[in-house]
């Protein structure tokens, strides 16, 4: 399974765009790229999944280079309840019996 | 979206018992589901695939002995910390995978404190 590399923290203000990117880049071809928030002692909840190009959901959205070497989520307008641990996870949920492996995700502060 | 539920929320056992944790998926047959551990402030770390009508597949370094996965039916998997100790204190945290595979559908958690 691919390795990610996100950075491990990050800060922001209210209101702002907050871009996290995250690197794969040993990801295979039929890989997908999937993010996920956890607040704190909660399961992790689905964010948003892509392949390639552009991803686009009510919450955020998800940039994909033609390299897929890494991927870029984008949270508009954050607010202090976005506050929480972002995972990016690369996977091929239909043919490796779809084990997602954590890495160490990206604690993100959002200040007022 | 669908639904997985984790039973009990919390629950605190003293050292030497054996504690089981309960894990559904509410709206969804399940054919797989998966086991993590939480610890503070670290990321989650996969502990066994659990696959209905069979054996559990268990990730290097995890005591298939230990730690107990049965997965009877489409919508129920469960994990048995056996003879717990301080050290198994944790988060436990259960997903179940769709039947199309395309998601994972994550429970709300299970911590365990162990006196």
């Known amino acids: 399974l691919a390795k990610t590399t996100q950075p491990i923290s990050m800060d922001s203000y209210e209101g702002q765009e907050v871009n996290i990117t995250c690197s794969h880049n040993?990801?295979?071809?039929?890989?997908?790229i999937t993010w996920y928030q956890q607040f704190p002692s909660q399961g992790p909840r689905f964010i948003i999944q892509?392949?390639?190009t552009k991803v686009t959901n009510e919450v955020a959205s998800l940039f994909i280079p033609a390299d897929r070497k890494s991927s870029t989520l984008s949270l508009p307008r954050v607010s202090l309840s976005d506050t929480a641990v972002y995972y990016c996870?690369?996977?091929?949920?239909?043919?490796?019996?779809?084990?997602?492996?954590f890495g160490q995700g990206t604690e993100l502060s959002v200040k007022p | 979206g669908a639904v997985v539920s984790q039973h009990p929320s919390r629950v605190i056992c003293k050292s030497g018992t054996s504690v089981k944790i309960e894990c559904r998926s509410l709206d969804f047959q399940a054919t797989t589901m998966f086991w993590y551990r939480q610890f503070p402030k670290k990321s989650l770390m996969l502990m066994a695939t659990?696959?209905?009508?069979?054996?559990?597949?268990?990730e290097q370094g995890v005591e298939k002995d230990k730690f107990l996965i049965n997965h009877a039916s489409l919508t129920l998997s469960t994990l048995t910390v056996t003879s717990a100790h301080p050290e198994d204190s944790s988060f436990y945290i259960c997903s179940a995978r769709d039947p199309t595979g395309a998601e994972q559908y994550f429970g709300p958690g299970t911590r365990l404190t162990v006196t």
């Open positions: 892509g392949y390639k």
């Open positions: 659990s696959n209905e009508g069979s054996k559990a597949t268990y």
């Open positions: 040993n990801i295979a071809t039929n890989d997908y």
């Open positions: 996870l690369v996977g091929a949920h239909y043919n490796q019996g779809g084990k997602l492996i």
